[in-house]
């Protein structure tokens, strides 16, 4: 563990301009680089709080404000903790939001991330690693498949529409996929029912993708999440371990 400092940076893209949170290791060297993707609360001190925990691990974090298109975070009002009496007033303003964000223009904005990173000088030569929570999971697979000469590796936690049957499903990229994947699913998410997960983890396999799909038995949805009720100490803690071991095992 080192020390770890972050900081507010602004990402050109082909539509505009993507705000973010950038931490990395105090000591002046280049790291490895991670792209974190957020869950549908956005970016906030609890994401800021996972990026520099990861930078403090040696990694270099780029954590951004995937609906950028909608205004600079926060782009919603969140109280400190989020209740499930708050949720359904949230998701209110939420969904339309994250419906904006199709494939394409998510992808297109990955590229312009990959290319912010290749080219920082707090990231180190070669391949990035991926994770991402609750949308972020898809936006990570997705990612994965769609440039895979720039990831090692891409984790997903408690993801939700992982392998629908919509011609548009992030499964479908498996076959373009290099990098070594991890996926913690919550269990008995509504958002990534048992016929999903059997599809996702058939797709890998049929496609030759290094691999683990695990259950967290009891996490719920957002079980990563500590500013939230769903969060779940026990498989948060199994993430971590989960996620530390994939990024060991791929820099």
Same mark, same amino acid.
């Given at each position: ?30 790291? @490895? ?12 001190? &609890?994401?800021?709080?996972?990026? +520099? ?7 270099? =974090? ?33 969904? @339309? ?67 629908? +049957?919509? @011609? +548009?499903?992030?499964?479908? =990229?498996?076959?373009? =996929? ?8 919550? +269990? ?7 016929? &999903? ?27 990563? &999440? ?6 779940? &100490? ?18």
């Amino acid at each position: 563990m080192t020390a770890a400092q972050g900081t507010a940076v602004d990402i050109p893209t082909e539509d505009g301009t993507a705000d973010a949170y950038l931490a990395h290791p105090a000591d002046g060297a280049a790291h @490895p680089a991670v792209l974190l993707f957020m869950d549908a609360f956005g970016l906030r001190p &609890q994401l800021r709080s996972m990026a +520099d925990r990861l930078a403090a691990e040696g990694y270099t =974090v780029l954590v951004p404000n995937v609906f950028y298109r909608h205004g600079r975070a926060p782009l919603f009002d969140l109280p400190e903790f989020i209740d499930p009496g708050s949720r359904p007033e949230i998701f209110e303003r939420i969904v @339309p939001v994250m419906q904006d964000l199709t494939n394409e223009r998510a992808m297109r904005d990955a590229g312009a991330y990959l290319r912010w990173l290749a080219e920082s000088p707090a990231v180190a030569d070669g391949p990035v690693a991926l994770t991402g929570y609750c949308m972020g999971a898809r936006l990570s697979l997705l990612t994965a498949g769609t440039y895979p000469e720039r990831v090692a590796a891409a984790a997903g936690f408690h993801g939700g529409r992982l392998a629908t +049957d919509t @011609p +548009d499903s992030p499964h479908l =990229v498996a076959g373009k =996929v290099t990098a070594e994947l991890y996926f913690g699913h919550a +269990d008995q998410d509504h958002s990534l029912p048992e016929e &999903q997960i059997e599809r996702l983890e058939k797709a890998l396999t049929a496609a030759g993708v290094r691999h683990r799909c695990e259950v967290y038995t009891g996490a719920p949805h957002g079980f990563t &999440q500590a500013d939230t009720a769903a969060y779940h &100490q026990e498989g948060d803690e199994r993430h971590w371990s989960a996620l530390l071991d994939l990024l060991k095992r791929t820099f």
